[in-house]
């Protein structure tokens, strides 16, 4: 393999498993295991039903 089919390969290997891992990142974004919840507290009643909440997610 010349140089430049070297250089070719490593670089379309790193992209390949770059792929890999946002496909991965995509899936479990759909599946709900990764992502963002924000949370307001309104009131007192509020701060004590939170916890109870929090605890069956």
Same mark, same amino acid.
């Given at each position: 393999?010349?140089? &430049?089919?070297?250089?070719? @390969? %490593? *670089? &379309?290997?790193?992209?390949? %498993?770059?792929? *890999?891992? =946002? @496909? +991965?990142?995509?899936?479990? &974004? +759909? *599946?709900?295991?990764?992502?963002?919840? /924000?949370?307001?507290? @309104? =009131?007192?009643?509020?701060? +004590?039903?939170?916890?109870?909440? /929090?605890?069956?997610?």
């Amino acid at each position: 393999m010349t140089y &430049a089919g070297t250089v070719f @390969l %490593k *670089d &379309a290997r790193e992209i390949i %498993k770059k792929l *890999d891992e =946002s @496909l +991965e990142q995509v899936q479990q &974004a +759909e *599946d709900g295991y990764i992502g963002i919840i /924000n949370i307001g507290l @309104l =009131s007192t009643p509020v701060r +004590e039903l939170l916890p109870k909440i /929090n605890t069956k997610i």
